[in-house]
Structure formats: C-alpha cells, structure tokens
Nanobody
Framework: QVQLLESGGGLVQPGGSLRLSCAASGSIFSLNAMGWYRQAPGKQRELVAVISSGGSTNYADSVKGRFTISRDNGKNTVYLQMNRLKPEDTAVYYC??????????????WGQGTQVTVSS
C-alpha cells in the first residue's frame, strides 16, 4: 500500500510563514508529479502548486511569488513553503502524488489534509 503523510499546518498571523511537508511511503516504484491542493469552506478544491519529477513547477496565480514548492526525491517528500500568508489562504491543504507502486500500477494518491488558518 501507499500512504501520503502531511505535516506542518497550523495557525499563523497574516504576513507570516508556514512550511508544509508530505512524505510518500509504501511500495513505491516511481514517483512522478507531486502537488498541493487546497479547499476552503464552501469552495471547490483547487490546485496550489505542482512539481514534476524533474523539478519543473507550476503555481496558481494567487500564490505566485509567495509560495514555493520543492521536493526531495531521496526522501519521497514534497514541501510547500508559504510566505506572506493572507487570510484568504485559509484552507485544508492536501498533498497529491502521481506514482507507480509495486503490484499497484500507476495511480493518483491523496494525503489526509492539514489545516492552515491565517488569522490575527
């Protein structure tokens, strides 16, 4: 089986920073694109940032210049550094990974989500 375990969420004041981590574990053969999505109350889940296995990145317009996605392929981990946070960044953040597992084939897996709250 494969699991994605997120950490790093919490409460932060506007203008502050947080760093999210997501570690993939289990019978992983290859790890392709990894990304972060978020879902605010009453809204649809939206893409925040994605990074390919080669390191190419793509960001939502709303976070460009403030958030940075990175990955450590040796640790099967993706990070999201969030700076200059705004109240509108408040949401549950989900990690996502496109991977192939031994005996599992290729599929898209999700983490359980971590709450980020930006408030004074």
């Amino acid at each position: 089986q494969v699991q994605l375990l997120e950490s790093g969420g919490g409460l932060v004041q506007p203008g502050g920073s947080l760093r999210l981590s997501c570690a993939a574990s289990g019978s992983i053969f290859s790890l392709n694109a990894m990304g972060w999505y978020r879902q605010a109350p009453g809204k649809q889940r939206e893409l925040v940032a994605v990074i390919s296995s080669g390191g190419s990145t793509n960001y939502a317009d709303s976070v460009k210049g403030r958030f940075t996605i990175s990955r450590d392929n040796g640790k099967n981990t993706v990070y999201l550094q969030m700076n200059r946070l705004k109240p509108e960044d408040t949401a549950v953040y989900y990690c996502n990974a496109d991977l192939s597992g031994y005996g599992l084939g290729r599929g898209v897996y999700w983490g359980q989500g971590t709450q980020v709250t930006v408030s004074s």
